[in-house]
């Protein structure tokens, strides 16, 4: 995938979390959603998308950071997805987790939502915290029935760490995001 090709992606992401997934997700926490991915590319922007903040939010008056997924193909199912390989989101997110007097900025919570273009519709959005999804994945790591790592089609070498919903719901809280109206 080029460069222009994951920043058309980077952006066409964040215009459709802003669209279809901020109004759901500010109703269902009432929280209020400030944006980064929709802003122009700069030094903030570049360093806090390198931490993995997608977009703040504001939570009684606190600030924090989110990170965000806006998935257009079924690989995986209905599951929080984290890239595997050095230096990527799950060993990223791990460390700043495992050493949070070192870094002041991670995603306190994780969003992740699948798109029907077709129908430009979300089918489904959930919520969870962060350090909830990171430390489902090291308990259960080596249990393939609740994590499992695989390699989407389209790209036999990017691995892709898969938590399905509905067992990691089962141990942590999760915020399912739906369009009541």
Known sequence: MTKDTM?????????????YVRPLLEKKLRIEVLPLELLPDNKVTEAFDKAGIDAFYLERGYLRGLGSRM???????CSFTLRH??????????????????????????VES???????????????????????????????????????????????IIVPIALFRKEYPVEELKNTA
Not at 7 to 19: A, C, M, S, V, Y
Not at 71 to 77: D, M, Q
Not at 85 to 110: A, D, G
């Open 85 to 110: 390989r050095p230096n990527r989101e799950y060993e990223q997110r791990l460390k700043v987790i495992s050493n949070p007097s070192e870094y002041f900025f991670f995603p306190h919570l994780h």
């Open 7 to 19: 920043l058309e992606r980077k952006e066409q992401g964040g215009q459709h979390f802003w669209e």
């Open 114 to 160: 699948f798109l029907d273009k077709k129908l430009k519709a979300i089918t489904w959005s959930y919520a969870a915290r962060m350090q909830d999804i990171i430390h489902y994945v090291e308990a259960n790591f080596d249990n393939e029935n609740k994590v499992s790592i695989k390699c989407p089609a389209s790209d036999n070498n990017r691995q892709v």
């Open 71 to 77: 998935r257009y193909s079924s690989f995986g199912g």
